[in-house]
């Protein structure tokens, strides 16, 4: 199972919107509303942000939204803050019942 | 609130097996599926697989012929063993909670496990 596919590096000024693509295929993200999103800063254990494509735990900050179309989820993060500086990373369910993370995306705040 | 804690060897040989245990703590093992991810210095996560409180698991086809997950809820315990490790396998190991149907909401802090002789 190949990787899903999201940009290197997404940047934005503080309360600006960024947001991070994640593409897969017609076997993962395209046939299943089971995309989870994670943050992960530098030298910790990712958290979950999103799961089922666009909803939110409890505590994460409404500023954090996830969508879909197609074979893309996208996570948009509204109202930068330098605390959202941290690397994201997509997971999706796949037609073989196993599941895949995305690439990652470092998100930079200027 | 639960909390999840790796524990086993840091430093593996080549060819040997890497074994791990995730305590949980404040909650109980039964009723939820665990996972483990691992994540390769300067790299992105993997999905290495799940064990349900029942025992029964699910695997990463890549890992599939070297991995074996099992569960002791006495213990409140999962474990990870991986054969015939290599180079390419040192990485920072997670456990967490969930199978990844609804997202792994919760992560142990992650051991690094490096492959050395």
């Known amino acids: 199972q190949s990787a899903l596919t999201q940009p290197p590096s997404v940047s934005g000024s503080p309360g600006q919107s960024v947001t991070i693509s994640c593409t897969g295929t017609s076997s993962d993200v395209g046939s299943y509303n089971r995309v989870s999103w994670y943050q992960q800063p530098p030298g910790t254990a990712p958290k979950l942000m999103i799961f089922e494509v666009s909803y939110r735990p409890s505590g994460v900050p409404d500023r954090f939204s996830g969508s879909k179309s197609g074979n893309t989820a996208s996570l948009t993060i509204s109202g930068l803050q330098a605390e959202d500086e941290a690397d994201y990373y997509c997971s999706s369910y796949t037609s073989s019942t196993t599941y895949v993370f995305g690439t990652g995306t470092k998100v930079t705040v200027l | 609130q639960v909390q999840l804690q790796e524990s086993g060897p840091g430093l593996v040989k080549p060819s040997e097996t890497l074994s791990l245990t995730c305590t949980v703590s404040?909650?109980?093992?039964?009723?939820?599926?665990w996972s483990w991810i691992r994540q390769p210095p300067g790299k992105g996560l993997e999905w290495m697989g799940f064990v349900y409180y029942s025992g029964s698991t699910n695997y990463n086809p890549s890992l599939k012929s070297r991995v074996t997950m099992s569960i002791d809820t006495s213990e409140n315990q999962f474990s990870l063993k991986l054969s015939s490790v290599t180079a390419a396998d040192t990485a920072v190991y997670y456990c967490?909670?969930?199978?990844?149907?609804?997202?792994?909401?919760?992560w142990g802090q992650g051991t690094l496990v490096t492959v050395s002789p």
């Open positions: 967490a909670r969930g199978s990844g149907w609804t997202g792994h909401d919760y």
């Open positions: 404040g909650g109980s093992i039964s009723n939820n599926y």
